[in-house]
Protein backbone atom coordinates (compact mmCIF):
# COMPACT_ATOMS: atom_id res chain seq x y z
CA UNK A 1 0.00 0.00 0.00
CA UNK A 2 0.73 3.61 0.08
CA UNK A 3 3.78 4.81 2.01
CA UNK A 4 4.96 8.26 3.03
CA UNK A 5 8.21 9.52 4.76
CA UNK A 6 8.63 13.00 5.61
CA UNK A 7 11.89 14.98 7.35
CA UNK A 8 12.78 15.71 9.35
CA UNK A 9 11.21 15.16 12.52
CA UNK A 10 11.83 18.16 14.13
CA UNK A 11 12.88 21.80 12.94
CA UNK A 12 13.94 24.69 14.73
CA UNK A 13 14.63 27.78 13.00
CA UNK A 14 15.17 31.33 13.85
CA UNK A 15 12.13 33.53 13.13
CA UNK A 16 12.26 35.01 9.77
CA UNK A 17 14.29 32.21 8.26
CA UNK A 18 12.79 29.71 5.67
CA UNK A 19 11.89 26.01 6.70
CA UNK A 20 11.47 23.68 4.53
CA UNK A 21 10.09 20.03 4.94
CA UNK A 22 10.28 17.12 3.02
CA UNK A 23 8.09 14.05 1.50
CA UNK A 24 8.13 11.22 -0.53
CA UNK A 25 5.26 8.83 -1.72
CA UNK A 26 5.55 5.35 -2.93
CA UNK A 27 2.35 5.20 -5.11
CA UNK A 28 3.19 6.35 -8.35
CA UNK A 29 -1.04 6.71 -8.62
CA UNK A 30 -1.18 9.59 -5.75
CA UNK A 31 -2.65 12.54 -7.47
CA UNK A 32 -2.94 14.38 -4.30
CA UNK A 33 -1.23 16.34 -1.66
CA UNK A 34 -2.50 18.36 0.93
CA UNK A 35 -0.39 19.78 3.98
CA UNK A 36 -2.10 20.10 7.02
CA UNK A 37 -0.97 22.29 10.18
CA UNK A 38 -1.78 20.94 14.32
CA UNK A 39 -2.01 22.32 16.62
CA UNK A 40 -2.22 19.98 19.72
CA UNK A 41 -5.51 18.53 20.30
CA UNK A 42 -6.94 19.70 17.70
CA UNK A 43 -8.39 18.94 14.02
CA UNK A 44 -5.49 19.21 11.22
CA UNK A 45 -5.97 22.28 9.02
CA UNK A 46 -5.22 22.01 5.75
CA UNK A 47 -2.73 24.74 4.76
CA UNK A 48 -2.26 24.38 1.31
CA UNK A 49 -2.99 21.30 -1.57
CA UNK A 50 -1.37 20.34 -4.85
CA UNK A 51 -2.49 17.89 -7.23
CA UNK A 52 -0.36 16.01 -9.90
CA UNK A 53 -0.32 17.70 -12.69
CA UNK A 54 0.84 21.02 -11.09
CA UNK A 55 4.68 20.90 -10.13
CA UNK A 56 4.17 23.94 -7.91
CA UNK A 57 1.72 26.50 -5.78
CA UNK A 58 2.04 29.57 -3.94
CA UNK A 59 0.04 31.26 -1.26
CA UNK A 60 1.82 34.02 0.08
CA UNK A 61 4.25 33.10 2.70
CA UNK A 62 3.70 28.99 2.24
CA UNK A 63 4.60 27.07 -1.25
CA UNK A 64 4.89 23.25 -2.26
CA UNK A 65 6.70 21.68 -5.12
CA UNK A 66 5.89 18.53 -6.54
CA UNK A 67 8.24 16.39 -8.60
CA UNK A 68 6.37 13.42 -9.84
CA UNK A 69 9.29 11.47 -11.31
CA UNK A 70 11.66 11.33 -7.81
CA UNK A 71 8.05 10.71 -6.28
CA UNK A 72 9.02 13.71 -4.18
CA UNK A 73 6.91 16.64 -2.76
CA UNK A 74 8.06 19.69 -0.30
CA UNK A 75 6.75 22.40 1.95
CA UNK A 76 8.59 25.60 2.45
CA UNK A 77 7.43 28.41 4.80
CA UNK A 78 9.05 31.55 4.57
CA UNK A 79 9.55 34.93 6.90
CA UNK A 80 8.58 32.29 9.27
CA UNK A 81 6.86 33.69 12.92
CA UNK A 82 6.20 31.99 16.11
CA UNK A 83 2.98 31.51 15.37
CA UNK A 84 4.12 29.05 12.61
CA UNK A 85 5.12 26.80 15.61
CA UNK A 86 2.94 23.63 14.89
CA UNK A 87 3.33 20.20 13.85
CA UNK A 88 2.92 19.86 10.02
CA UNK A 89 1.79 16.49 8.17
CA UNK A 90 2.35 15.87 4.66
CA UNK A 91 -0.05 13.43 2.56
CA UNK A 92 -0.84 11.56 -0.17
CA UNK A 93 -4.20 10.88 -1.94
CA UNK A 94 -4.54 7.73 -4.36
CA UNK A 95 -7.84 7.42 -6.59
CA UNK A 96 -8.18 4.70 -6.89
CA UNK A 97 -8.44 3.59 -3.20
CA UNK A 98 -9.77 7.17 -1.97
CA UNK A 99 -7.08 6.82 0.74
CA UNK A 100 -5.31 9.81 2.35
CA UNK A 101 -2.34 8.95 4.07
CA UNK A 102 -0.16 10.64 6.51
CA UNK A 103 3.36 11.11 6.59
CA UNK A 104 4.89 10.81 9.92
CA UNK A 105 4.74 14.77 11.15
CA UNK A 106 7.33 17.52 11.50
CA UNK A 107 7.38 19.35 14.65
CA UNK A 108 8.32 22.83 13.73
CA UNK A 109 9.96 25.86 16.62
CA UNK A 110 9.79 29.33 15.01
CA UNK A 111 12.33 30.58 17.77
CA UNK A 112 11.51 34.66 18.42
CA UNK B 1 -17.46 25.15 3.54
CA UNK B 2 -18.00 21.55 4.16
CA UNK B 3 -18.39 20.78 8.13
CA UNK B 4 -17.97 17.49 9.63
CA UNK B 5 -19.03 17.34 13.44
CA UNK B 6 -17.91 14.80 15.88
CA UNK B 7 -18.98 14.21 19.37
CA UNK B 8 -17.98 13.52 21.93
CA UNK B 9 -15.15 15.34 22.52
CA UNK B 10 -13.92 13.53 24.83
CA UNK B 11 -14.41 10.52 27.04
CA UNK B 12 -13.27 8.65 29.95
CA UNK B 13 -14.25 5.00 30.49
CA UNK B 14 -13.72 2.13 32.56
CA UNK B 15 -11.75 -0.77 31.49
CA UNK B 16 -14.02 -3.36 29.38
CA UNK B 17 -16.54 -1.12 28.43
CA UNK B 18 -17.69 0.47 25.42
CA UNK B 19 -17.68 3.75 23.76
CA UNK B 20 -19.57 4.95 20.55
CA UNK B 21 -18.04 7.79 18.62
CA UNK B 22 -20.41 9.85 16.48
CA UNK B 23 -19.18 11.81 12.90
CA UNK B 24 -21.54 13.88 10.86
CA UNK B 25 -21.36 15.34 7.81
CA UNK B 26 -23.40 18.75 8.40
CA UNK B 27 -23.81 19.95 5.08
CA UNK B 28 -23.02 17.62 2.40
CA UNK B 29 -23.89 13.92 2.02
CA UNK B 30 -21.00 11.44 2.10
CA UNK B 31 -20.68 7.66 1.15
CA UNK B 32 -17.03 7.42 2.22
CA UNK B 33 -15.74 8.58 5.57
CA UNK B 34 -12.63 7.51 6.91
CA UNK B 35 -11.20 6.76 10.87
CA UNK B 36 -7.79 7.55 11.79
CA UNK B 37 -6.49 7.06 15.02
CA UNK B 38 -3.54 9.00 16.41
CA UNK B 39 -1.48 8.35 20.01
CA UNK B 40 0.84 11.47 21.54
CA UNK B 41 3.18 13.21 19.10
CA UNK B 42 2.58 10.43 16.32
CA UNK B 43 0.95 10.58 12.93
CA UNK B 44 -2.46 9.99 11.81
CA UNK B 45 -2.98 6.02 11.23
CA UNK B 46 -5.82 5.58 8.93
CA UNK B 47 -8.04 3.36 10.74
CA UNK B 48 -10.75 2.00 8.53
CA UNK B 49 -12.89 3.31 5.40
CA UNK B 50 -16.19 3.98 6.33
CA UNK B 51 -19.13 3.08 3.05
CA UNK B 52 -22.69 3.92 3.30
CA UNK B 53 -24.85 1.37 2.98
CA UNK B 54 -21.72 -1.39 2.68
CA UNK B 55 -19.43 -3.42 5.00
CA UNK B 56 -16.29 -1.03 6.28
CA UNK B 57 -13.05 -1.66 5.11
CA UNK B 58 -9.98 -1.86 7.41
CA UNK B 59 -6.65 -1.65 7.71
CA UNK B 60 -3.95 -4.39 8.20
CA UNK B 61 -3.54 -4.71 11.76
CA UNK B 62 -6.91 -2.93 12.71
CA UNK B 63 -9.15 -5.31 14.57
CA UNK B 64 -13.02 -5.22 12.67
CA UNK B 65 -14.57 -6.82 15.75
CA UNK B 66 -13.20 -4.45 18.06
CA UNK B 67 -13.86 -1.14 15.99
CA UNK B 68 -17.20 -1.35 15.30
CA UNK B 69 -17.94 0.53 12.40
CA UNK B 70 -21.75 1.67 11.03
CA UNK B 71 -22.82 3.96 8.12
CA UNK B 72 -26.31 3.90 8.17
CA UNK B 73 -26.99 7.18 6.02
CA UNK B 74 -25.41 9.84 4.04
CA UNK B 75 -24.44 12.36 6.68
CA UNK B 76 -23.81 9.31 9.68
CA UNK B 77 -20.60 7.01 10.29
CA UNK B 78 -20.24 5.75 14.02
CA UNK B 79 -17.34 3.93 15.87
CA UNK B 80 -17.73 2.15 18.33
CA UNK B 81 -14.65 0.48 20.21
CA UNK B 82 -15.64 -2.57 22.17
CA UNK B 83 -14.43 -4.03 25.59
CA UNK B 84 -12.15 -0.74 25.59
CA UNK B 85 -8.56 -1.33 27.05
CA UNK B 86 -5.96 1.15 28.65
CA UNK B 87 -4.08 0.79 25.41
CA UNK B 88 -6.95 1.65 22.72
CA UNK B 89 -6.44 5.69 24.71
CA UNK B 90 -6.08 7.29 21.87
CA UNK B 91 -7.52 10.47 19.54
CA UNK B 92 -9.91 9.05 17.78
CA UNK B 93 -10.55 11.53 14.27
CA UNK B 94 -12.99 11.14 11.87
CA UNK B 95 -13.19 12.78 7.99
CA UNK B 96 -15.38 12.95 5.06
CA UNK B 97 -14.95 14.54 1.75
CA UNK B 98 -17.76 15.05 -1.20
CA UNK B 99 -18.25 12.84 -3.69
CA UNK B 100 -15.70 13.26 -6.53
CA UNK B 101 -13.18 15.53 -4.59
CA UNK B 102 -10.31 14.76 -2.68
CA UNK B 103 -10.08 17.32 -0.37
CA UNK B 104 -10.95 15.61 3.20
CA UNK B 105 -12.96 17.59 5.76
CA UNK B 106 -11.97 16.59 9.32
CA UNK B 107 -14.13 16.17 12.78
CA UNK B 108 -12.60 17.91 15.57
CA UNK B 109 -11.91 14.35 17.25
CA UNK B 110 -12.45 12.22 20.44
CA UNK B 111 -9.73 12.39 23.03
CA UNK B 112 -10.50 8.68 24.30
CA UNK B 113 -9.34 7.89 28.07
CA UNK B 114 -9.52 3.94 29.38
CA UNK B 115 -8.88 3.72 33.24
Known amino acids: GENVEQHPSTLSVQEGDSAVIKCTYS??????FPWYKQELGKRPQLIID?????GEKKDQRIAVTLNKTAKHFSLHITETQPEDSAVYFC???????????FGQGTTLQVKP | GAVVSQHPSWVICKSGTSVKIECRSL??????MFWYRQFPKQSLMLMAT?????????EQGVEKDKFLINHASLTLSTLTVTSAHPEDSSFYIC???????????FGSGTQLSVL
Open chain 2, 95 to 105: SARISGREKLF
Open chain 1, 27 to 32: DSASNY
Open chain 1, 50 to 54: IRSNV
Open chain 1, 91 to 101: AAHTSNTGKLI
Open chain 2, 27 to 32: DFQATT
Open chain 2, 50 to 58: SNEGSKATY
